[in-house]
């Protein structure tokens, strides 16, 4: 696996030697990132699901059109969760997300130095619509890239110029 030195000298930090994480441990943060958006999406999609069971049992044209708005909305939210989680979460815990913290990884630019919103905003966004282009094989080309890849990064850490790397802190 290749190390990668960065310099942090504009902030007048020492040098920092990166040592992107294995594709095995990115994956199972992949994984448990994944199902944290599973299960919020879940959670957000159950009025949609109360609407159209009512709709099933009283059909009637305005009950049909609320069904397709409500499913437009959840939608929507759905998306909305989808990116916030990608950017807010790691934005706020020194980009790590979840499965990042819980396997103890963190997100940094290619520089080393700590992820800016640009660079989540770029992940996140750039991810989403791959997922929604690829009717969500994305995922499966990703998990092949995170193993092949020498440097471990996916296609969306190269366009958002980040890499993810073990950390021994325990924050």
Sequence with gaps: MESIKVRKTSTGQTPLSLTPSSGGHRFMAGMFDLSVLILGSVIIMVPSLIVFIGAMRQPSISRTIAVYVIMFLTGALVAIYDVAYRVVVPYFFHGQSLGLKFFRM???????????????????LTIFFLVILSLGL??????????????????????????????DEDE
């Design 138 to 167: 994305y995922y499966l080309v990703e998990a092949i890239a995170l193993f092949v890849s020498p440097s471990h990064r996916g296609f969306a850490d190269v366009v958002s110029g980040t890499l993810v790397s073990d950390t």
């Design 106 to 124: 963190r997100l940094y630019q290619e520089n080393g130095s700590e992820v800016r919103l640009r660079n989540l905003l770029i992940k996140a």
